[in-house]
T-cell receptor, first 112, second 113 residues
Framework: DVKVTQSSRYLVKRTGEKVFLECVQDMDHENMFWYRQDPGLGLRLIYFSYDVKMKEKGDIPEGYSVSREKKERFSLILESASTNQTSMYLC????FGGGIQHFGDGTRLSIL | DQQVKQNSPSLSVQEGRISILNCDYTNSMFDYFLWYKKYPAEGPTFLISISSIKDKNEDGRFTVFLNKSAKHLSLHIVPSQPGDSAVYFCAASGDSGNTPLVFGKGTRLSVIA
């Protein structure tokens, strides 16, 4: 079974802080993704990566950056957290870009 | 512009009856379609998929139908069970390369006992 593990289930941070969300997958997948889920807006793609050290902007990259130094790990960084970044963050991985994505359980992030 | 649309934000169905969730797409290059199910506080889980070379795919209580000419797909759940209550996302893909899935906004299904 594919396992995608997100480092925290719940996280509370303050505005202006730099926030790191970590994601690890154990299936040697090439592609990894970061989404946020908000009520009524569905899943919105923030960034994705199709190889180590490669990254591509998704639909809403503003205020975020990512890092992929190792194949199994994909980090999402909120450079200076703001209250409008309070959301559920979901990481996913897939063998190829348009294939079945396997999701982690999500991180519920609150920015106060 | 939304390429994958789920026009019903919510749906209520009685236990034992059929649930039909609908999804429309605009991009004729899409050739692979998926449904995901999501419970609160969990990540989405893959449910069923269909390739554009087929018009139906069945897996137990779940069947997905694809109408390419109408650019429409639907997920049928028969019989519906209370444990099916969740948000269902439709997703589409246009190639097997590096282009990510495109997701709809989801439909919240409530199955009432």
């Amino acid at each position: 079974d594919v396992k995608v593990t997100q480092s925290s289930r719940y996280l509370v941070k303050r505005t202006g802080e730099k926030v790191f969300l970590e994601c690890v997958q154990d299936m040697d997948h090439e592609n990894m993704f970061w989404y946020r889920q908000d009520p009524g807006l569905g899943l919105r793609l923030i960034y994705f990566s199709y190889d180590v050290k490669m990254k591509e902007k998704g639909d809403i990259p503003e205020g975020y950056s990512v890092s992929r130094e190792k194949k199994e790990r994909f980090s999402l960084i909120l450079e200076s957290a703001s209250t409008n970044q309070t959301s559920m963050y979901l990481c996913a991985s897939s063998l190829f870009g348009g294939g079945i994505q396997h999701f982690g359980d999500g991180t519920r992030l609150s920015i106060l | 512009d939304q390429q994958v649309k789920q026009n019903s934000p919510s749906l209520s169905v009685q236990e034992g009856r059929i649930s039909i969730l609908n999804c429309d797409y605009t991009n004729s290059m899409f050739d692979y379609f998926l449904w995901y199910k999501k419970y609160p506080a969990e990540g989405p889980t893959f449910l069923i998929s269909i390739s554009s070379i087929k018009d139906k795919n069945e897996d137990g209580r779940f069947t997905v139908f694809l109408n390419k000419s109408a650019k429409h797909l639907s997920l049928h759940i028969v019989p519906s069970q209370p444990g099916d209550s969740a948000v269902y996302f439709c997703a589409a893909s246009g190639d097997s390369g590096n282009t990510p899935l495109v997701f709809g906004k989801g439909t919240r299904l409530s199955v009432i006992a």
